[in-house]
């Protein structure tokens, strides 16, 4: 609004759609991860992982493909040691990891992806590809790159910030 009570938006200036408000922006791309993480989990469902929710996969880019123990996941996740024993027991008892001795040190537990939870990452990275390539063709390949050019320039270089959950969860 203007001093004389006249709204000003880009439309009113002859410069475009009207401006959203800024609470939009992150609701639009956090609907967008939803949209996104939503379709990919559909489709590992048909493919035989029914069980899998969005946090295995951050669960899962945490232990990562060396394995990680239950403290070291704990911290990853911003969560508890007691909060990532459990996720992995409950993914343990699926068959999605396993956990084994550190080889470097005996005393250390490991928690390691099996089979089942690398065949799970393998067709999650081939979902979003394809989800991906659906975008190209519904908005143009360059202007998918100019979004993921634009959001690599405002968000941190870190792709994986596992904190999230813990974040999501934190009072």
């Not at 470097?104 to 999650?124: F, H, P, Q």
């Not at 081939?126 to 968000?155: K, P, Q, S, Y």
Request: hydrophobic letters at 40%; aromatic letters at 6%.
């Amino acid at each position: 609004m203007s001093s004389d009570g006249t709204a000003h938006d880009g439309a009113a200036s002859g410069g475009g759609p009207p401006d959203a408000p800024g609470f939009e922006l992150p609701l639009r791309l956090f609907l967008a991860f939803r949209v996104i993480v939503d379709e990919v989990h559909a489709e590992l469902a048909r493919e035989g992982h029914p069980e899998l929710r969005p946090m295995h996969g951050f669960v899962f880019q945490a232990i990562g493909p060396d394995g990680t123990t239950a403290v070291e996941l704990g911290h990853r996740l911003g969560v508890s040691k007691q909060a990532a024993g459990k996720m992995v027991k409950s993914l343990e008892r699926a068959g999605y990891v396993e956990r084994g001795t550190d080889p470097r040190d005996a005393r250390r537990k490991i928690v390691r992806l099996t089979a089942r939870g690398i065949d799970s990452l393998d067709r999650s990275a081939l979902a979003f590809e394809r989800i991906r390539a659906d975008w190209v063709r519904a908005l143009g390949a360059d202007r998918v790159r100019a979004l993921e050019h634009d959001l690599r320039r405002m968000t941190p270089a870190d792709l994986w910030r596992l904190d999230m959950p813990g974040w999501f969860g934190s009072g």
